[in-house]
Nanobody
Framework: QVQLVESGGGLVQAGGSLRLSCAAS????????MGWFRQAPGKEREFVAS????????DYVDSVKGRFTISRDNAKNTVYLQMNILKPEDTAVYYCAADRRPFRTMVRTPTSYDYWGQGTQVTVSS
């Protein structure tokens, strides 16, 4: 059974930092693109960042560029999201996702990802 388990969320003041982790089990994702999405109350799920299998390519939504960094450790089957200079508008449930197809170019659409974690809450106070 494939599982993605996020951790690292919490409550932080504006300007602070958090590091999210997503540990995969049940299969290896070392050849697969991984992504982070977020969903705020009353809003649709939004793409945040993605990384290709080799870490050579990353992609970010404009609102987090320069503040968030996605990375991965294939030996640990884990993807990370370092979030700095957090803003109240970053408040959301953050989900990690994995594409089951190997060596595919990473994309931003949620429907292109096959496996999802349960989400971790990030709350940024002003």
């Amino acid at each position: 059974q494939v599982q993605l388990v996020e951790s690292g969320g919490g409550l932080v003041q504006a300007g602070g930092s958090l590091r999210l982790s997503c540990a995969a089990s049940g299969r290896t994702f070392s050849a697969n693109a991984m992504g982070w999405f977020r969903q705020a109350p009353g809003k649709e799920r939004e793409f945040v960042a993605s990384i290709n299998w080799s870490s050579e390519s990353t992609d970010y939504v404009d609102s987090v560029k320069g503040r968030f960094t996605i990375s991965r450790d294939n030996a640990k089957n884990t993807v990370y999201l370092q979030m700095n200079i957090l803003k109240p508008e970053d408040t959301a449930v953050y989900y990690c996702a994995a594409d089951r197809r190997p060596f595919r170019t990473m994309v931003r659409t949620p429907t292109s990802y096959d496996y999802w974690g349960q989400g971790t809450q990030v709350t940024v106070s002003s």
